[in-house]
């Protein structure tokens, strides 16, 4: 399918049901499929790879025992970014739908022919933005394939509500696993104890997409800001994670005159703090774009 052939319309429904689920199935063909995989898939495997990458940055590799899981697959945008950081593995897909696991499927043979599926074994689930879309009795199904992971790698909209949801979820899950990201510390987290404060990054967007008619089309058409790109996530493991975790910065920086407002989360806690520009400067704030920048 090409850019050219959007149906707006059908991704205008796809949307109003993504931000008020109805819990039914909405794949209804394999070309809304590939309308949301060239779409919102798109701008959702910019968010996989800044986790990615920050996964890396922090030297967290999988286990080459594990295979993958991809709950709530989609078009397997998830598995596809990453696949394309880490080295393929034995894969299994699930979703509701069974059109949506067969697109995925074949999407991900065309990428990566080598690749296998399997449905047995040790494995590392990913998740991509299917916490709104649970209620208590598939959200209860969903930890429990987390419970029986190694590892998670959970990436949901930088909104309020998703990274309060996911933060409830991370104190849940504190005495089974280790937090490899996005925190600082292992303790509990102090966020629903701060006021205002919400655990939200901005991945950054290709710089192309700000050139390209089509992406205009698609922000016009679904009344979508290009520019801001809000990711909220979390990243487990059973194994112990030792490796140090530098103190994160929530959000954006706010630029005053002559330093940066920052709200950091710390192992003590969240709190505010004022940087002068140039010893923000010196710790990587103040850069665009602003994503994960984490302060000794
Ligand atoms: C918003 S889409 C995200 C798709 C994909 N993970 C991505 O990030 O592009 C949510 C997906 O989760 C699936 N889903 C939602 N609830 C589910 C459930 N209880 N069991 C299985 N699949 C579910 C939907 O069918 C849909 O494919």
């Known amino acids: 399918m090409q850019w050219s052939h959007m149906d707006w319309p059908a991704l205008r429904a796809l949307r109003e049901h993504f931000l008020d689920p109805k819990g039914r199935d909405y794949w209804s063909s394999r070309s809304l499929l590939e309308n949301y995989d060239l779409s919102f898939g798109e701008r959702i495997s910019w968010k996989w790879a800044a986790v990615l990458s920050e996964l890396q940055a922090r030297g967290w590799a999988p286990r080459p025992e594990w295979r993958v899981v991809d709950w709530g697959c989609g078009t397997g945008r998830a598995l596809r970014a990453y696949f394309s950081v880490f080295n393929t593995a034995p894969y299994q897909l699930l979703d509701r739908s069974s059109l949506a696991v067969s697109y995925a499927d074949s999407k991900i043979r065309e990428t990566y022919p080598k690749a296998e599926r399997a449905t047995s074994g040790p494995y590392l689930l990913v998740l991509s933005h299917v916490l709104n879309e649970q209620n208590n009795e598939t959200e209860n199904e969903l930890l429990k394939w987390v419970s029986q992971s190694e590892a998670v790698i959970w990436v949901e ?122 010893e923000a400067r010196r710790q990587g704030l103040g850069k665009n774009p602003l994503f994960f920048k984490v302060l000794k």
Do not use: M
Not at 185 to 202: L, V, Y
Not at 219 to 232: C, Q
């Open 157 to 278: 909209p930088g909104t309020r509500e998703h990274s309060a949801k996911l933060v409830a979820i991370r104190e849940k899950l504190r005495p089974q696993f280790s937090i490899v990201a996005p925190c600082p510390h292992q303790s509990a987290c102090a966020i629903p104890r701060t006021p205002k404060a919400w655990c939200h990054n901005f991945a950054p967007v290709p710089p192309t997409v700000f050139h390209d008619s089509r992406w205009g089309n698609f922000s016009k058409e679904l009344g979508i800001d290009l520019r801001s790109l809000p990711v909220s996530f979390l990243v487990l493991q059973k194994a112990p994670w030792t490796a140090a975790q530098p103190n994160r910065v929530l959000g954006r920086p706010k630029r005053l005159k002559g330093s940066y407002r920052t709200v950091l989360c710390r192992a003590e806690g969240v709190e505010t703090q004022t940087l002068r520009a140039k």
